[in-house]
């Protein structure tokens, strides 16, 4: 009995070691499997995104410009400044005031000139114009004014015009040399402060020279004079001038040799120097 109790022991022993051995060949066969599967291949990465192009911002329109303010729109000006009152001194508060005084203009220095001597000498022309003799010869030229001014651009100038020269004596009857000289008033304007003009009306004066020596003269002409100057090389009391003038007389007693009522003319121009 004990026999047969044995052998089925060792039965089941075996069939169990069996199954065990079984089971464990079957697993060992199944990870063989899984350890030989081809790797998966790899994704695909998605593409990426590509990027939208930003447009251009678009072209700054300059804005118009604003219209000029009017007189109306305009701030009204500053008050002016203040000083402290009487017997408080600079105190907090006061001194120049709020707004600093509005500033002024420097005055210009003035070019009137009250008093000016004037005097000059140069080249002319002494011309004749009666019934029987008309004739011109030329000579110097000199004169003389004294100047008073009234404004920047009026003087009133007291001027001796003159010129001197030699004639023939074949047309003046002996007579070898006359000298007309005006003495008139009158006013003077600048055009600029550098250019002026005058007029004036006076007495002219006729003198005779013969050729022995003998003299004549008449100084009962009614005479004119006209004048234009540039100013140049101006100091503060110094200046000269280029002046051309030009005089005409009448005289009621005639010339040696002449008819009554002569007309004489004399033309100049002229270096001055003026003192001022």
Sequence with gaps: MKAIGTNRML????VVAT???AVTGVHTAALAQQGQAPAAPPEASAPAPTAIPTPPPPPAVEAAPAPPATEAELPPPPPPGYGP???YGHHHGYGRGYYPPPPYATPM?????VFMLSAGLGVGMLSLSAADIKAHDAGLSYALHLSFGITPRWMVVAAIDGTWAQVSRADFNGYTSFAQTTYT???QYYIMPWLYSRLGIGLGCLQGVAEFGDSWSDCQGQAAAFGVGAE??????????AEAAATVARY????PGTDRNDIWYT???NLMLNLF
């Design 11 to 14: 039965r089941r022993v075996f």
């Design 19 to 21: 199954a065990a051995l």
């Design 85 to 87: 009152p009487p017997g």
């Design 109 to 113: 220095p003035s070019d009137r000139r």
């Design 185 to 187: 008033v009158g006013p």
């Design 232 to 241: 140049f090389m101006r100091t503060r009391s110094a200046s000269f001038t």
């Design 252 to 255: 009621p007693e005639a010339a």
């Design 267 to 269: 033309l100049g121009l």
